[in-house]
Protein backbone atom coordinates (compact mmCIF):
# COMPACT_ATOMS: atom_id res chain seq x y z
CA UNK A 1 0.00 0.00 0.00
CA UNK A 2 1.44 3.43 -0.94
CA UNK A 3 0.08 6.45 0.13
CA UNK A 4 0.84 9.70 -1.80
CA UNK A 5 0.42 13.52 -1.12
CA UNK A 6 0.87 15.95 -3.70
CA UNK A 7 2.26 19.82 -2.69
CA UNK A 8 3.53 22.58 -4.40
CA UNK A 9 0.72 23.71 -6.35
CA UNK A 10 -0.35 27.75 -6.89
CA UNK A 11 -0.73 30.31 -9.33
CA UNK A 12 2.11 31.89 -11.32
CA UNK A 13 2.27 33.64 -14.52
CA UNK A 14 3.39 32.45 -18.29
CA UNK A 15 6.36 31.75 -18.52
CA UNK A 16 7.31 31.27 -14.65
CA UNK A 17 8.06 28.16 -12.93
CA UNK A 18 6.37 25.64 -9.88
CA UNK A 19 7.88 22.92 -8.30
CA UNK A 20 5.62 19.97 -7.34
CA UNK A 21 6.24 17.32 -4.59
CA UNK A 22 5.01 14.07 -4.17
CA UNK A 23 5.84 12.29 -0.75
CA UNK A 24 5.06 8.69 -0.21
CA UNK A 25 4.60 6.99 2.35
CA UNK A 26 5.43 2.77 2.59
CA UNK A 27 7.99 0.68 2.19
CA UNK A 28 7.69 0.03 -1.58
CA UNK A 29 8.43 3.40 -2.92
CA UNK A 30 11.73 2.64 -4.70
CA UNK A 31 10.17 -0.35 -6.22
CA UNK A 32 7.50 1.78 -7.87
CA UNK A 33 7.44 3.17 -11.32
CA UNK A 34 6.07 7.45 -10.36
CA UNK A 35 4.26 9.47 -13.10
CA UNK A 36 2.62 12.97 -13.23
CA UNK A 37 -1.02 13.45 -14.77
CA UNK A 38 -2.71 15.97 -15.00
CA UNK A 39 -6.68 17.45 -15.62
CA UNK A 40 -8.08 20.46 -16.74
CA UNK A 41 -11.40 20.92 -16.43
CA UNK A 42 -13.95 19.30 -19.29
CA UNK A 43 -11.15 17.15 -20.12
CA UNK A 44 -9.62 13.66 -19.48
CA UNK A 45 -6.45 13.27 -17.24
CA UNK A 46 -3.53 12.84 -19.33
CA UNK A 47 -0.40 11.68 -18.90
CA UNK A 48 2.79 14.25 -18.05
CA UNK A 49 5.58 12.50 -17.58
CA UNK A 50 7.46 9.34 -15.65
CA UNK A 51 10.43 7.77 -13.84
CA UNK A 52 11.37 4.70 -13.40
CA UNK A 53 12.19 3.11 -10.40
CA UNK A 54 15.71 3.89 -10.25
CA UNK A 55 15.07 7.36 -11.58
CA UNK A 56 17.66 6.73 -14.58
CA UNK A 57 14.74 6.76 -16.98
CA UNK A 58 12.20 9.05 -17.73
CA UNK A 59 9.14 9.91 -20.33
CA UNK A 60 7.46 12.88 -21.16
CA UNK A 61 4.46 14.12 -22.95
CA UNK A 62 5.17 15.95 -26.24
CA UNK A 63 3.75 18.85 -25.01
CA UNK A 64 6.05 19.56 -21.91
CA UNK A 65 9.45 17.52 -23.45
CA UNK A 66 11.58 20.13 -22.90
CA UNK A 67 10.03 22.19 -20.08
CA UNK A 68 8.90 19.53 -17.55
CA UNK A 69 11.32 17.74 -15.39
CA UNK A 70 10.28 14.47 -13.31
CA UNK A 71 12.87 13.18 -10.51
CA UNK A 72 12.94 11.10 -7.73
CA UNK A 73 14.83 10.73 -4.39
CA UNK A 74 14.24 7.10 -3.21
CA UNK A 75 16.07 8.14 0.27
CA UNK A 76 13.42 10.72 0.94
CA UNK A 77 10.68 8.59 -0.85
CA UNK A 78 9.72 11.81 -2.85
CA UNK A 79 9.26 12.40 -6.35
CA UNK A 80 9.36 15.77 -7.80
CA UNK A 81 7.57 17.67 -11.25
CA UNK A 82 9.92 21.30 -11.98
CA UNK A 83 8.20 23.20 -14.39
CA UNK A 84 9.53 25.91 -16.06
CA UNK A 85 8.63 28.15 -19.06
CA UNK A 86 4.16 27.79 -17.85
CA UNK A 87 1.75 28.00 -20.20
CA UNK A 88 -1.83 29.28 -20.08
CA UNK A 89 -2.48 25.62 -21.25
CA UNK A 90 -0.67 24.03 -18.10
CA UNK A 91 -3.22 25.34 -16.12
CA UNK A 92 -4.99 21.91 -14.16
CA UNK A 93 -4.91 19.85 -11.34
CA UNK A 94 -1.90 17.40 -11.03
CA UNK A 95 -1.92 14.24 -9.81
CA UNK A 96 0.66 11.78 -9.06
CA UNK A 97 0.13 8.18 -9.33
CA UNK A 98 2.53 4.69 -8.32
CA UNK A 99 2.81 1.58 -9.28
CA UNK A 100 4.60 -1.43 -8.61
CA UNK A 101 5.96 -1.83 -11.99
CA UNK A 102 8.56 -2.07 -14.32
CA UNK A 103 7.13 0.04 -16.82
CA UNK A 104 6.07 4.09 -17.36
CA UNK A 105 2.80 3.79 -18.26
CA UNK A 106 1.68 6.49 -20.23
CA UNK A 107 -2.74 5.53 -19.84
CA UNK A 108 -4.45 6.31 -15.98
CA UNK A 109 -5.42 2.17 -16.11
CA UNK A 110 -2.06 0.99 -14.33
CA UNK A 111 -1.35 3.00 -11.74
CA UNK A 112 -3.13 1.20 -8.46
CA UNK A 113 -2.00 4.54 -6.72
CA UNK A 114 -3.25 7.76 -6.71
CA UNK A 115 -2.31 11.37 -4.76
CA UNK A 116 -5.49 14.34 -4.14
CA UNK A 117 -4.04 16.47 -6.79
CA UNK A 118 -2.84 20.00 -6.50
CA UNK A 119 -4.16 23.09 -8.34
CA UNK A 120 -1.77 24.21 -10.85
CA UNK A 121 -2.71 27.90 -12.67
CA UNK A 122 -0.90 29.82 -15.35
CA UNK A 123 -2.20 33.20 -15.93
CA UNK A 124 -1.52 35.23 -19.08
Known amino acids: QVQLVESGGGRVQTGGSLRLSCAASGRTFSSCVMAWFRQAPGKEREFVGGISRSGGTTTYADSVKGRFTVSRDNAKNTVYLQMNSLKPEDTAVYYC?????????????????WGQGTQVTVSS
Open 97 to 113: AADETTVIYTTTLPYAY
